[in-house]
């Protein structure tokens, strides 16, 4: 399995800021005959058809039955994604936490109608109403996939997995005697800001902090701080999944954070034996939303997709391709990923997890005095170019 991530460029993302949520048109009171044609972004894996591998496959099914044929432009980036949909011309968009407010508060995608949606009810019900497409009690989206992101680890450096992000923060020799410098690598995006802040609420609770991606503007300077030290140990900021898993192979990379994607490839390849974990700090994570554009060209194929993203079929065929958690939890019952590949994937860590969210100046824990998204923008920009 090969999954090319692009990286985009961050700039159109400094202009984004949130407000209050722009006026729309009432959302659809009923399914019609579809259009012929949804158009999705998503995320590179997240619609497979059986191109790659003929097990997976949750896309052929639905335009037989629908009549509707899928196109989908991949995106390496929330931020890519965001830039994707202002343009116009997609229907839907299976964003990230750190993306779906941006485009709420824009105006850019609309409420669901979600009674419309046969099988919402199945949904975990700590997504069902989550906070990052929930507003003012309206859903403006349909939960997808989840999952955190974890410290993965060679498990030839480290015969017992780690038990703190320091490894790849903090200048140190490894278990294996050697330095950890030039051997660990760190997420190119723009939210991995929130994983340094993470890191300091447990190890510098002087600094206060409380939400990772609430900061004040001392917790703020901290966290860029600490990046900035990262910046001399880091061998590269990694935006490719399959790359990654390259580097662990061959490159001599031992310590990153990662997702369940790569570490079940590399357990799958058996070159190199590599472990899992959320340390004691916690974890950051995604929680991924199906999202409809306001000016959606095919609605009504859009919501004939919403219901079918919902099925087993797609709920746990992404799961297993992609190493994610479904959103419906029956889900893990099916063959393709049974209980055990859920379990493999996280399942048990949603407590464990902040998830991905936009960080705003008019934030709860800080009284309204935090650093918005676009100063993390430039700040993460300044740190990885080696400014």
Known sequence: MSLKWKLAGTSVAAALVLGA???????????????????????PGYIERGESDKNYDWVTGFEKETGCKVTVKTAGSSDEMVSLMNGGGFDLVTASGDASLRLVKGGTVQEINTSLIADYAKVDPRLQNAPWHTVDGKHYGVPWQWGPNVLLYNANVFENAPQSWSVVF???????????????????????????????????????????????????????ELLRGQRQLVNKYWSDAAAQVDDFTNEGIVASTSWAYQVNTLRAAGKVPVGSVVPKEGATGWADTTMMATSAPHPNCAYKWLNHSLSDNAQAGTGSWFGSVPAVPASCADPILTEGGCVANGSQLFARIHFWKTPVKDCASQNGECVPYKDWVAAVQSVQSGQ
């Open 21 to 43: 949520v722009a006026a729309q048109a009432e959302p659809l009171q009923s399914i019609g005959e579809g259009e012929g044609e949804v158009a999705i972004v998503a995320w």
């Open 170 to 224: 903090e200048e140190q020799k490894l278990p294996d005697g050697k330095p950890n410098k030039g051997r660990v690598q760190a997420y190119y995006g723009t939210i991995y800001l929130a994983d340094a802040a993470l890191y300091l609420m447990m190890n510098k609770p002087e600094l206060g902090i409380k939400d990772p991606y609430e900061l004040n503007q001392a917790q703020f300077d901290a966290a860029v």
